[in-house]
């Protein structure tokens, strides 16, 4: 069926109200979204981000007199922002959605394919994924920095700690591509749940993974090469526990960085890690290095 949807312009102040007045008035959802290309990254804890020029849709059903939710809407939150009420046709959502998303190359041998799709090269390092649980689609500008600098890394027989997994794909693509073992930590539960089931949808051997919750993760965690994809604040605050994890030589793979933020993330790291080099796609970085000895113990 069709449907009715408004959308209103608001601000911090007004859109967590109209949310809520649209629920009142009988919306069968509302969502909020940025109206301006405006970023947001790292918001404090505790605090939920509003965008400064947000629009507020409220779906209702087809059949729903449109005046009187704007009388009610006036009633509770009093003089309406600017906004605009359209019909929605019916459509198939999900297929569009699944159409969206296409095999993507990584590097000369990954390629990051969407599980209902047939792979472009059979022959290549397929991952196979579902967007689903938690972020990591191999789409995003930092998402595929990491995964193109796994594609041009000798793996085999090493463990990968991929710290703040997301949804696994940077380890599981590591495992693809050779290594032993992956060691994936993250702060939500819902992300090492995503990682888990993505490794089983990529067959991959379960005594291969291990998932960890930062605070569950067994002292002296070590391995072979790592994995950060996370945002600049974290990055510096761990840089010490991630470097305790790297024998001299090993690589570190940084990214969720910001090209204005690499300067100030390298002279971070450049205590513990020597050969630090960025490469970067749009406005994101990726930095690269390995453990030195002077300051590895």
Not at 56 to 68: E, I, K, N, R, S
Not at 196 to 218: G, T
Not at 233 to 242: F, Q, S, V
Request: hydrophobic residues 40%; charged residues 20%.
């Amino acid at each position: 069926m069709s449907w009715l949807q408004i959308r209103l312009d608001a601000n911090p102040d007004s859109a967590s109200a109209l949310e809520d007045a649209l629920l009142d008035c009988g919306a069968a959802s509302v969502t909020l979204e940025d109206n301006a290309d405006q970023p947001l990254f790292e918001p404090p804890i505790g605090h939920t981000p509003i965008w400064q020029h947000t629009r507020v849709t409220g779906m209702f059903q087809a059949d729903t007199d449109m005046v009187t939710v704007l009388a009610q809407l006036n009633a509770l939150v009093g003089e309406l922002p600017k906004h605009r009420i359209e019909i929605l046709e019916d459509r198939d959502w999900i297929r569009e959605w699944m159409d969206s998303y296409q095999p993507l190359q990584c590097g000369k041998q990954l390629w990051i394919c969407p599980s209902w799709r047939e792979p472009v090269d059979p022959t290549a390092v397929n991952l196979l994924l579902d967007p689903g649980l938690a972020f990591g689609t191999g789409t995003h500008p930092t998402t595929w920095l990491c995964l193109n600098w796994l594609d041009s890394q000798p793996l085999a027989g090493k463990t990968v700690i991929d710290y703040g997994c997301g949804s696994g794909i940077l380890g599981i693509a590591a495992l693809l591509l050779g290594a032993e073992k992956l060691i994936a930590v993250d702060t939500d539960p819902q992300a090492l749940q995503a990682t888990s089931e993505n490794a089983k949808r990529n067959n991959i051997d379960s005594d291969k993974l291990a998932c960890y919750l930062p605070e569950e993760v067994p002292p002296g965690l070590h391995g072979d090469v790592l994995l950060a994809n996370i945002l600049a604040g974290p990055l510096m605050e761990l840089a010490p526990t991630l470097a305790a994890c790297l024998d001299p030589g090993a690589p570190i793979c940084l990214s969720g960085i910001l090209d204005s933020q690499g300067d100030t993330i390298k002279q971070c790291y450049q205590h513990w890690f020597v050969g630090l080099a960025s490469e970067q796609r749009e406005e994101w970085l990726r930095i690269s290095g390995q453990r030195n000895s002077e300051s590895a113990k």
